[in-house]
């Protein structure tokens, strides 16, 4: 006759194990998905946004012009900044080489909605096309013109002649971006 295992200890104690049906495993599933697209979607529209703006920056380097980067991630974790496709080109300085064509950077500054900062050379302004652009970059918060001041005159000349130019260049381009700061710098030689 088989021995009966009797407990008598008292009622079997139940180890709590989270417990759901099916129908909430595949709600839980539905939106974990949803999500996880949701992010690839967010990170590929920013991967494509970096790519158009190294094809952008590829442009105004041929073009004469320099661009600076900076991450979109303020903020965020030190992995999360350092991820290429949250670049965009904040500055861009043109016309620093010569022979450099300002319009045709200008023209590629249009696409750029992150630029705040841009530099040129006064000599830019000599042309009208480039003064003509101006007014169609909408998204530039600060503009610096770089007046070239070297030469062999009086002193008196030059410093009258200096401001002149300097006064003359400002308002061109501040009747043109009333929005935008408006600065000048010098440059010896």
Not at 20 to 42: D, H, K, N, P, S
Not at 69 to 93: H, L, Q
Not at 154 to 171: C, F, M, N, V
Request: aromatic share 10%.
């Amino acid at each position: 006759m088989p021995t009966r295992i009797t407990r008598t200890e008292g009622p079997l104690k139940r180890r709590w194990l989270p417990r759901f049906g099916l129908r909430t495993l595949i709600v839980a599933v539905a939106f974990f998905g949803v999500a996880l697209g949701a992010g690839m979607f967010w990170y590929r529209s920013h991967e494509a946004e970096f790519h158009r703006q190294q094809q952008v920056a590829e442009s105004i380097r041929q073009h004469g012009g320099i661009v600076k980067w900076k991450s979109s991630m303020i903020g965020w974790p030190t992995v999360c900044r350092n991820w290429d496709a949250f670049k965009r080109i904040t500055e861009v300085y043109c016309g620093l080489a010569q022979g450099a064509d300002s319009v045709a950077i200008l023209n590629d500054v249009k696409s750029l909605p992150d630029v705040t900062l841009l530099d040129f050379f006064e000599r830019s302004l000599e042309n009208d096309d480039f003064v003509n652009v101006l007014p169609e970059i909408r998204n530039v918060s600060e503009v610096h013109i770089c007046f070239n001041v070297g030469g062999f005159v009086p002193i008196e000349t030059y410093e009258r002649e200096t401001k002149q130019r300097i006064e003359a260049g400002l308002a061109k381009v501040r009747a043109r971006m009333p929005a935008a700061k408006v600065e000048s710098h010098l440059s010896g030689g």
